[in-house]
């Protein structure tokens, strides 16, 4: 690795606890290369001297490393898998799940679990723990006004069960909004929670190197409870789950191995 950026990721995990060694290094490298260059920096030791001065750069930093891109329902048919086969059989065991969405983003994935699940429970009987790390993507999802374009692929019915419309935006109704438990979470440096019915973590993993998903599936695998799930993204098939205690019971969930 050359040593402007090796520097570079020292200096940034001092300052904000982000090991960006962890994440793939080319995608990364180009990612901010073109923020720095757009901002008249001429190298990384130059942009994190400009981070230090300019907390609008910091901020700037960190909305291009965390990709906040999603969508309710994202990857509809894996969603439709989920209410079908995974939470009937999640509730067959017991009530009262306990849920993670892990990298929550804007909160487009824990609400659209409090959809999913309202369809078998009452959503006073519904609680989710959604984690990000970046504290601005929480804030957003706290607040739940979404476009139009992010609701693509909500059931008719629900879109009108879950948000209500204002001008320009459609929001969360508060009772819903009260499922969610949103918290700052580094996936890759923060202890995690135990004894989980189902986790979800999608469309983050891709862009951690292989050594820091490794370490990643076996934490989320002794989080989950014995018979528990992880559901991971459409493009984050687990090769080798046995290894982990987890085993493939439909494409895209995994379950631990009892
Ligand atoms: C592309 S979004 C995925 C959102 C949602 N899970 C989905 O599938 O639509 C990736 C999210 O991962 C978060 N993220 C990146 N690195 C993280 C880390 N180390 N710990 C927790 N979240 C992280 C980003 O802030 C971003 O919100």
């Not at 720095?36 to 909305?63: P, T, V």
């Not at 979470?185 to 986790?199: E, G, M, Q, T, V």
Request: hydrophobic share 35%; proline share 3%; aromatic share 12%.
């Amino acid at each position: 690795m050359e040593q402007d950026y090796r520097l570079f990721i020292e200096k940034v995990k001092r300052k904000t606890g982000i090991d960006l060694s962890l994440y793939k290094e080319t995608q990364m490298k180009r990612r901010l290369t073109s923020l720095y260059q757009k901002k008249g920096f001429h190298s990384f030791q130059e942009f994190f001297q400009g981070m230090e001065r300019d907390r609008e750069l910091l901020y700037a930093f960190l909305d291009r490393m965390t990709i906040n891109v999603s969508e309710f329902y994202r990857n509809r048919k894996r969603w439709d898998v989920l209410e079908e086969k995974i939470i009937p059989r999640l509730l067959s065991k017991n009530r009262n799940l306990k849920i993670w969405s892990a990298a929550c983003s804007t909160g487009e994935e824990p609400y659209t679990i409090a959809m999913v699940l309202s369809n078998f429970l009452p959503l006073s009987e519904i609680k989710i723990l959604a984690t990000d790390l970046d504290e601005n993507a929480i804030q957003k999802a706290k607040i739940g006004a979404y476009q139009e374009r992010s609701l693509q692929e909500v059931p008719e019915q629900m879109k009108r069960k879950i948000f209500f419309k204002d001008q320009n935006h459609y929001l969360i109704h508060e009772e819903v909004k009260r499922t969610v438990t949103f918290k700052k979470h580094n996936l890759l440096a923060d202890p995690f929670d135990k004894n989980f019915d189902l986790i979800v973590c999608r469309n983050v993993l891709i862009y951690f190197t292989e050594e820091a998903k490794n370490s990643l599936y076996k934490k989320f695998s002794a989080s989950l409870k014995p018979g528990g799930v992880l559901f991971v993204g459409s493009t984050e098939q687990i090769f080798n789950a046995s290894q982990y205690k987890l085993e493939p019971i439909e494409t895209f969930f995994y379950q631990k191995i009892e």
